[in-house]
């Protein structure tokens, strides 16, 4: 078990709607990055946040978007959902920008949209 | 770009058996390479990794891993398999030269141990 705590566990939202997934990271560890893990596929990196500010994205639009507040903890917003939006979402937690580091990840959010 | 393969979809080896679970990779710099696990609806699990030294890497609850710069690969490896490894275990990749932190996950081996 990690010390990484991710809410909520499940939700079910509807096509259009907007959703917050929060994280709180390990403890001692500043940076926080979020993947999506689609069904039958490996995790696909979002973005990373280091000492508030984004230092990393992936091949997402801007709809997906996030924020780290000063005690690390995380959230990932996701306006104008669309179907394919459904997958789990990981906040993993790492040391020093996650640079060298292996990542400890939450058990994760599984988004449904209908 | 970074990427990594997993080729095998799944493994099934016989309790006691050595086991492998292959994985290539491609970065333009130095690799960082891990492996995780992941358990039925649990999040991913840290393995083991490469950073730098000794290609043989030693990690959690028996595993290893070879790193092999020539080959670009680095196979996951156990001695004698228990029926407890079976899971979904993914190899990643992390270049420093490009997105810093971003970590590019294989899609995934499932490894099944048979009793």
């Known amino acids: 078990e990690t010390g990484v705590t991710q809410s909520p566990t499940h939700l079910i939202k509807t096509r259009g709607q907007q959703v917050t997934l929060r994280c709180s990271s390990q403890?001692?560890?500043?940076?926080v990055s979020w993947y999506q893990q689609a069904l039958g596929q490996g995790p696909q990196f979002i973005f990373q946040?280091?000492?508030?500010?984004?230092?990393g994205r992936g091949n997402f639009p801007p709809r997906f978007s996030g924020l780290q507040f000063p005690n690390y903890s995380s959230e990932l917003n996701v306006n104008a959902l669309e179907l394919d939006d459904s997958a789990l979402y990981l906040c993993?937690?790492?040391?020093?920008?996650?640079?060298?580091?292996?990542?400890?990840f939450g058990e994760g959010s599984r988004l449904t949209v209908l | 770009a970074q990427s990594v393969a997993q080729p095998e979809d799944q493994v099934k080896v016989a309790e006691g058996n050595p086991l492998t679970v292959k994985c290539t990779y491609s970065?333009?710099?130095?690799?960082?390479l891990f492996w995780y696990v992941q358990y039925p609806n649990r999040g991913l699990q840290f393995l083991l990794k490469y950073i730098t030294g000794d290609n043989l890497v030693k990690g959690s609850y028996g595993f290893e891993a070879e790193f092999n710069k020539s080959q670009t690969s680095f196979h996951l490896k156990k001695p004698s398999a228990l029926v407890s490894d079976s899971a979904l275990y993914f190899c990643a990749v992390r270049d420093l030269n490009t997105n810093a932190g971003k970590s590019t996950f294989g899609d995934g081996t499932t490894l099944t141990v048979k009793p």
């Open positions: 403890s001692g560890h500043n940076t």
């Open positions: 946040y280091y000492r508030e500010e984004e230092n």
């Open positions: 970065v333009s710099g130095n690799p960082y």
């Open positions: 993993a937690s790492s040391l020093a920008g996650g640079r060298t580091g292996e990542l400890f």
